[in-house]
């Protein structure tokens, strides 16, 4: 038994134990860490995922960002140029890669804005008075308001919830570019013995499944209401479901970094001669420490589990 002292309730304390506005607040802050620590690995695996495909890294060169002036695609496109630094100096193995590659700056810079966006409607709520009515104790005066209607904050975590599912389909892209292509020099289905091996092939399915779990639960909810209290209640925001499905949408997403991550980390060992950067080489040893190398086929299901137990607790180190 936990021994908790049973709380005493103040007046109207009750209220934040059921408000939908509440709930929302406090959901939202907790997704918003939780996105930030994703967004984080996710540039991990993509940085891994060009290490091993020697992907053309002019992609990141500052110059290219001044020209576009958007803050998030320049924050996104440094962190991977700092992952990426090296003294080696890397030949691309093509002048253009796939857009899943040579679009993650802009696509992890949307996000990047998007949970700017859903911090700051966070922030506002946790320092609102959202109670109806509100009492206004300096002036002696109880007013009706509809300070609790949080349609700022629905919109911010429906906009943050399809940021993520663009994230997603990018990296599930090169979870295919990286199993599915012999284009880059790698070998086929990421088998080191070829032949009729299935290698990561199987996995393939498994993304294709989650990425379409993920964009079903980014379609907007929150226009989805019906008037009620005989025409008083006749709009909402429905934002305690837009918050919920955007964390359901983060666990789910973190499942296809784990997969990125195996894939490009198998890649790297499957690839002669490859040096690479300190911080790369970090993240390999990191995906090591839970899954070993395909040297032959197994179910490879498994072994995504404990990569991305490590990545959803914290235990990851990297």
Known sequence: MARLVPVSLAPKDGLSLINASAV?????????ADVLSALAQQQQA?????EALRA?????????????????????????????????KQTPTTLQDPLSIRCMPSIHGALIEAIGQAKCAVEIELNAAADNPLVLGDDGMVLSTGNFHTASLALAFETLGLAIAQCAAASAARFIQLTGSTRNGLPKYLSPVGGASAGFVPLQKTVAA??????????PVMLDFLPVSEGVEDH???TPLAVSKCAEMIVLW????????????QAVDLREGLTLAPATGV?????????????????????????????????WRA
């Open 210 to 219: 989650i990425l379409a779990s993920i964009r079903h639960k980014a379609n």
């Open 236 to 238: 909402a925001t429905q």
């Open 46 to 50: 993509g940085a891994l995922t060009m």
């Open 56 to 88: 053309n890294r002019t992609i990141l060169d500052p110059r290219l960002q001044a020209a576009r002036p958007a803050a998030g695609h320049q924050q996104a496109a440094k962190g991977l140029r700092d992952l990426l630094a090296s003294d080696e």
């Open 24 to 32: 929302s607040t406090g959901s939202g802050a907790l997704a918003v």
């Open 283 to 315: 993240i390999h040893a990191a995906v090591r420490a839970h899954v070993s190398s395909l040297r032959e086929d197994r179910p490879l299901g498994a072994d995504a589990e404990p990569l991305y137990a490590a990545l959803a607790s914290g235990a």
């Open 254 to 265: 973190r499942r296809l970094i784990a997969f990125e991550l195996m894939a490009a980390a």
